[in-house]
């Protein structure tokens, strides 16, 4: 089965820093995977995702992700990272074995600092 | 336009009681989920109905019995509610398919008391 796993449950970057939020998966197939956002009392919003075209993903907002196959890694990266980024952030991957569904990180909030 | 609606927002409600939650989508999709947040912010999946066909029910309690009328909407009625259903919950539409985003709606929070 496939899984998730976001290292660090909390990231504090200073305004104009780069956000690095990490995420390593695993995958008996080639993986699907997703980055979403939750900024707080609201659903989830699609960063971008990774669909095996171009290992590296631009995403709303200035975010991107690198797809590593050898790392089994899909980081999240921002150059400079802007207040309204405070949120919490979601990698998810695909299990497409029985039906469709999305199977979810435990998460990382990012405290963004002036 | 709203893509994926849920109603109510906010459920509180006491031990024992039945509630339900509607969720409606007008993005043409033809699957549809249940998720549920935990306390921890922890998400997972709890069904999956495609077609109005339910093709994913993870172990979840009897209690909770989902309903799809149709393609477009997906219900999700809970009986005699506990302390631990507390959550807040979302539902989702995508196309089938696992390259397929999935888009959330705003999400239920509900309280037992």
């Known amino acids: 089965a496939q899984s998730v796993t976001q290292l660090g449950s909390h990231v504090s970057v200073s305004e104009g820093a780069l956000v690095l939020l990490r995420c390593n998966y695993s995958?008996?197939?080639?993986?699907?995977l997703f980055w979403y956002v939750q900024y707080p009392n609201q659903g989830l919003q699609l960063l971008l995702k990774?669909?095996?075209?171009?290992?590296l993903v631009k995403g709303i907002n200035g975010f991107e992700a690198e797809f590593k196959k050898s790392e089994t890694s899909f980081h999240l990266t921002k150059p400079s990272a802007h207040m309204s980024d405070a949120a919490e952030y979601f990698c998810?991957?695909?299990?497409?074995?029985?039906?469709?569904?999305?199977?979810f990180g435990a998460g990382t909030i990012l405290r963004v600092k002036s | 336009d709203t893509a994926v609606s849920q109603t109510p927002k906010y459920l509180v409600t006491q031990m024992g009681n039945d509630k339900s939650i509607k969720c409606e989508q007008n993005?043409?999709?033809?699957?549809m989920y249940w998720y549920k947040q935990d306390s921890k912010k922890f998400l997972k999946i709890m069904f999956s109905?495609?077609?109005?066909?339910?093709?994913i029910n993870e172990t979840v309690p009897n209690r909770f019995s989902p309903k799809s009328p149709d393609k477009a909407h997906l219900n999700l009625h809970i009986n005699s509610l506990e302390l631990g259903d507390s959550a807040v919950y979302f539902c989702?539409?995508?196309?089938?398919?696992?390259?397929?985003?999935?888009?959330f709606g705003p999400g239920t929070r509900l309280t037992v008391t």
């Open positions: 998810a991957v695909s299990d497409t074995e029985y039906g469709n569904k999305l199977v």
């Open positions: 989702a539409s995508s196309q089938r398919g696992g390259s397929y985003e999935q888009y």
């Open positions: 995958s008996s197939v080639p993986p699907y």
């Open positions: 109905y495609n077609n109005k066909e339910l093709i």
């Open positions: 990774y669909t095996s075209a171009a290992t």
């Open positions: 993005l043409g999709h033809d699957t």
